[in-house]
């Protein structure tokens, strides 16, 4: 305590005075759900994975005719 000048001791009040009402004040605010908008959202990111799914077997079947080919040579 001794070590830390009374400039300091302002800056140190101020970060208190500041981070204690926001904190406070996130504390007190409803949980802001929008169900819709969220279950839009899980849908959108559900068919983006589908199509990525599909995708992706694509790809896999490709890479088997080229493993294939690879093979068949001598």
């Not at 904190?23 to 589908?50: C, Y």
């Amino acid at each position: 305590m001794e070590f830390i000048p009374w400039y300091g001791w302002v800056a140190i009040a101020g970060a208190v005075s500041w981070v204690i009402p926001v904190v406070v004040g996130t504390l007190r605010q409803p949980a802001k759900r929008d169900d819709d908008a969220l279950r839009a959202s899980l849908n959108e990111l559900a068919a983006t994975n589908r199509q990525l799914a599909q995708r992706l077997e694509g790809v896999d079947q490709r890479l088997g005719k080229i493993e294939k080919t690879l093979n068949d040579i001598p």
